[in-house]
T-cell receptor
């Protein structure tokens, strides 16, 4: 089945370390997103990409960067991790060419990141 | 600016009781709203969308533009409905849309 996968699924790191979270999809979708989920704050958009050459900041991009290496891959980097970046991170994809006005977002399983 | 408000962080009901998860939005454009659900240890998935006017797993939601609400309802809750529910609003013009999510409501259905 076409899917959205994330690696690693869990990661514990120390303050100041550089961390990369990876997202891959076999759905053939052109649009990819990174969200973080925090208790009581819901999901917040970090970055999004509507195609390989398009990268856009979301509502909470400070401290993060992304790379769209290919249509199927979208990586999120924390250049110098800090404890308040401890969260559950989700990648999502959607297809701009799908039928209808709405193109559903499909989520990966999440990466639980802990910054000590 | 667009905003989605889910006033209840936690909602607890008994099996067989009606359940209503509240969602209010603020958006100057034409709203499109959705409910996403996250069951324990599963990924977030779309539950329903207002434009489809569908019922999924017994849940319905009606967009009320006058009250700027999109409450999720089910007449008889089941234990398997226990999950985190997020209301989401599609915003931005043309085909370059994004979603903004509410903070979520954790629904617990007790036996």
């Amino acid at each position: 089945d076409a899917d959205v996968t994330q690696t690693p699924r869990n990661r514990i790191t120390k303050t100041g370390k550089r961390i990369m979270l990876e997202c891959s999809q076999t759905k053939g979708h052109d649009r990819m997103y990174w969200y973080r989920q925090d208790p009581g704050l819901g999901l917040r958009l970090i970055y999004y990409s509507f195609d390989v050459k398009d990268i856009n900041k979301g509502e909470i991009s400070d401290g993060y960067s992304v790379s769209r290496q290919a249509q199927a891959k979208f990586s999120l980097s924390l250049e110098s991790a800090i404890p308040n970046q401890t969260a559950l991170y989700f990648c999502a994809t959607s297809d701009s060419q799908g039928a209808g006005v709405w193109n559903e977002q499909f989520f990966g399983p999440g990466t639980r990141l802990t910054v000590l | 600016a667009q905003r989605v408000t889910q006033p209840e962080k936690l909602l607890s009901v008994f099996k067989g009781a009606p359940v209503e998860l509240k969602c209010n939005y603020s958006y100057s454009g034409s709203p499109e709203l959705f409910w996403y659900v996250q069951y324990s240890r599963q990924r977030l998935q779309l539950l329903l969308r207002h434009i489809s006017r569908e019922s999924i797993k017994g849940f319905t939601a009606d967009l009320n533009k006058g009250e700027t609400s999109f409450h999720l309802k089910k007449p008889f809750a089941q234990e398997e409905d226990s999950a985190m529910y997020y209301c989401a609003l599609k915003y931005s013009g043309g085909s370059n849309y994004k979603l903004t999510f509410g903070k979520g409501t954790l629904l617990t259905v007790n036996p």
